[in-house]
């Protein structure tokens, strides 16, 4: 008789075992949930518009897509990122001209440490890269959406290319009201520099010799506290132009730029000899001088939806000709949304005593 007694006390004590083990998993114990992986990060900018050229025998007017960045981004780590940018254009040349077509701007791989040497302010990029120069003055003057930038607009050298560079903020990021109040682009508290070296043709050019390019820049912010959107800059670019001949190719400049919540100027002094496309050359292969100067201003009126820019560059060649181009724009300037803007500008170009005049509508979108 006991032994039929057995199970049910045998079922009682394991019914109170389990009981026991489970009740130590609670609400306040459970594990903590995963982190997701970060997404793809995809961003955006269009410029598009209407232009009305008018030259001395014809004039022309379109609706047009002057540029189209996507970029693709994702951070691999806390140490890695990856950036894929496609620039959109309308073809203007050879058999396909009218089409738009897609090219490749930049394609690398951004090494950004976050805690080793100088802390989280240096980063190298390797691959299809910003090159030193015009991604700074970019961030400054914030009009590609009405035209390049002089070292591109008189085809000095190009904006990203084939190779690798190396940027850094100096004594780390400036104070936070300055970054929200005026600019947030190479925020160094005693300025910033990047170098690099790269094939010299640009982005949407093959390698046609084993030179390379090298370039520099230094931006120095003499006065952070009294003075923080002062900054003196100097910039070098030295190698062959990209062609099998090899001619030479040298530039330097000086740039004084000055930020404020309320406006922003730029001048700016380039010379050298030839490109780095290496076209500025004569018969024989040897390199033209070149040099000029630009002059740039913003005001913000109303706040800072209305703002009114202005810009000068002179440039000359010293050809058998000596090629002299002078451009002159002005504009006025609706931001809407953030960083969306509509502008509408300008612009006079005299070139050897030739004038032609551009008056024109611009969208620029960007998400």
């Known amino acids: 008789m006991k032994q039929k007694n057995q199970p049910p006390f045998a079922c009682l004590f394991l019914c109170c075992l389990s009981a026991l083990c489970c009740h130590p998993v609670s609400a306040q114990e459970e594990a903590p949930p995963v ?3 970060p997404l793809l990060e995809v961003k955006g900018q269009w410029f598009l518009g209407f232009q009305h050229l008018v030259k001395e025998n014809h004039t022309e007017s379109e609706f047009t897509l002057k540029r189209g960045y996507v970029t693709f981004q994702k951070k691999l780590s806390s140490l890695f990122t990856v950036r ?3 620039d959109i254009t309308l073809d203007t040349e050879g058999s396909d001209e009218g089409n738009v077509e897609m090219r490749l701007k930049y394609l690398y791989l951004d090494i950004h440490p976050e805690d080793l040497f100088l802390g989280s302010t240096w980063h190298v990029e390797a691959g299809m ?3 030193p120069w015009l991604s700074f003055e970019e961030g400054i003057y914030a009009y590609r959406v009405q035209g390049t930038l002089p070292v591109e607009r008189h085809r000095i050298m190009n ?12 004594g780390g990021p400036i104070h936070q009201q300055y970054r929200e109040d005026v600019s947030s682009s190479y925020p160094g508290k005693y300025g910033s520099l990047a170098l690099g070296i790269y094939n010299g043709g640009g982005y949407h050019d093959l390698e046609n010799n084993a030179a390379k390019n090298f370039e520099g820049r230094l931006t120095l912010r003499p006065f952070p506290g009294r003075i923080p959107g002062l900054q003196l800059s100097y910039h070098v670019a030295t190698g062959k132009g990209n062609i099998a001949e090899e001619p030479g190719f040298f530039m330097q400049q000086g740039y004084l730029s000055f930020e404020s919540p309320r406006f922003i100027t730029a001048v700016q002094y380039f010379k050298g000899t030839s490109n780095s496309y290496g076209s500025f050359i004569d018969a024989e292969y040897r390199p033209f001088g070149m ?3 630009s002059v740039f201003g913003e005001g913000y009126l109303y706040g800072k939806s209305l703002s009114l820019i202005s810009r000068y560059d002179h440039f000359e060649l010293e050809t058998a000709g000596n090629l002299r181009r002078q451009i002159f724009l002005t504009g006025l ?3 809407f949304l953030g960083r969306q803007k509509v502008l509408v500008d300008i612009e006079w170009i005299k070139e050897n005593g030739e004038l032609s005049r551009m008056i024109e509508l611009m969208l620029e979108l960007r998400f």
């Open 84 to 86: 894929f940018t496609q």
């Open 291 to 293: 040099s000029g100067f």
């Open 333 to 335: 300037s609706y931001h």
């Open 159 to 170: 904006s990203a290319d084939f190779g690798a560079t190396f940027s850094a903020l100096l």
């Open 35 to 37: 982190t997701p992986e």
């Open 129 to 131: 890269v910003h090159r």
